[in-house]
């Protein structure tokens, strides 16, 4: 079964596990002084009057419980069950946020990529000619050559002003220059293959096709690298920041630490009790403020019902937004507006619910920094955005596994 189907239907799995769960706590006869749990749509239980909690009338069972309320005898209330066909609690809360996987890359430089560049091309040449049997003529390794250059832009950057600034030019079209031989070699060896036999250009094919992409991949490189260094164009279009995991993007989040981000956004969704409802890698990042109906959306498409509150940071905030979630059904909408210069404004957001909404917001927050250490999602292993989709949706499940286990666990008597 693919990460779709399993993905899909993890809800399902968590209805059948909960039934078993609950019938096993409850007691199929009635007792004197214990609670009844009504057939309502958001309770579990199969029957209206006759099946019963193992609860005395003096006992209450939290939020980390497996109901959140208990009643008395011949009363009918409604009773919520965590890990239920809904994941439905009492407000039914959502908390939209965004955060960056990174791929698994060395932080990027010109001078880097160049090297890079240079040695996957050549291995790749020496790996074509080693199974054809030869080449007319011989494939030249100038890693030697490019390895000193790299070593002396990185001991250049150490001299400020004019000076420094002459001679890490010099050295970069040095750099350059052995590169722009390197793809020309490339595209010799190409030719060269092509011109050979059926049977001897078969072995080589897969190699050709990694080449002919690599040396693509490098002309990009030694474009943006002329434009910044020569022109002092740092807002390339379309900047490549790795060879191996090309689809890598720079995103600038504002964290004073890490200004530089380099890999997916991530948006989470997450409702009462840490479990996380649905979420989505960006091929390209949108803005924040372009996430939050669709969020909307999808828990409603997931849960079937609109969440009656939604928490996010200020990045979410717009005027439509707010109206918009508002029409979807919601009833409170906790985002802050930090451009306002509105006293009405101000006073909204200082009523009571929309602060609690707030609190509850950098409450999870944590739920961020917890999947990051402990399930790997602060940097992918895998590779390519298919590989980068697969690595945070294994570990959203596992999260997710945890914390049902933990709330399905029986309390220690």
């Known amino acids: 079964m693919n990460l779709e189907k399993l993905y899909r239907n993890r809800h399902e799995w968590a209805n059948s596990r909960a039934d078993r769960e609950v019938h096993r706590a409850l007691q199929q006869k009635p007792a004197e002084g214990r609670a009844t749990v009504a057939n309502t749509q958001d309770s579990t239980s199969s029957s209206e009057r006759d099946i019963f909690c193992r609860l005395t009338r003096n006992r209450y069972v939290g939020r980390r419980g497996l109901f959140a309320a208990y009643e008395q005898v011949e009363s009918i209330r409604r009773a919520d069950a965590i890990g239920s066909r809904s994941l439905q609690s009492r407000q039914h809360t959502h908390y939209v946020v965004g955060s960056v996987v990174e791929s698994n890359i060395h932080y990027p ?46 001991l250049a950057l150490r001299h400020k002003g004019t000076e420094g600034e002459l001679k890490r030019k010099r050295e970069y079209r040095q750099l350059l220059r052995l590169t722009r031989q390197i793809l020309n070699d490339s595209r010799r060896v190409l030719q060269e293959v092509e011109t050979l036999p059926v049977p001897r250009r078969r072995g080589v094919r897969g190699l050709g096709e990694r080449l002919e992409t690599v040396a693509d991949q490098v002309r990009r490189v030694v474009k943006q690298t002329k434009a910044r260094v020569f022109a002092g164009l740092t807002q390339f279009p379309d900047k490549l920041v790795s060879l191996f995991e090309p ?132 940097r992918c292993r895998y590779h390519g955005l298919h590989g980068m989709r697969r690595w945070v949706g294994l570990g959203v499940i596992a999260d997710n596994l945890m914390n049902l286990g933990r709330y399905l666990a029986p309390e220690p008597a």
């Open 109 to 154: 430089t010109d001078s880097g990529l160049l090297n890079d560049g240079a040695r996957v091309l050549t291995r790749t040449m020496k790996k074509m000619e080693q199974k054809v049997g030869g080449l007319k003529r011989k494939v030249r390794n100038r890693m030697r050559s490019v390895t000193k250059k790299v070593i002396a832009i990185g």
């Open 247 to 378: 689809h890598t993007e720079i995103i600038r989040k504002g964290k004073s630490g890490k200004p530089n981000e380099f890999g997916k956004l991530v948006e989470l969704q997450e409702a009462e009790n840490q479990i996380i409802t649905h979420y989505e890698v960006y091929e390209e990042r949108p803005s924040d403020q372009h996430l939050l109906l669709p969020a909307v959306e999808a828990h409603r498409r997931k849960l079937g019902r609109v969440p009656g509150w939604v928490a996010a940071d200020a990045g979410f905030y717009s005027r439509a937004n707010e109206e918009g979630a508002q029409a979807l059904g919601v009833k409170y909408v906790s985002i802050p507006n930090r451009n306002t210069r509105s006293e009405e404004r101000r006073r909204h957001e200082k009523q009571r619910w929309f602060k609690k909404g707030q609190k509850w917001r950098t409450g999870c927050e944590g739920r961020i920094s917890v999947i990051k250490r402990r399930h790997g999602l602060d």
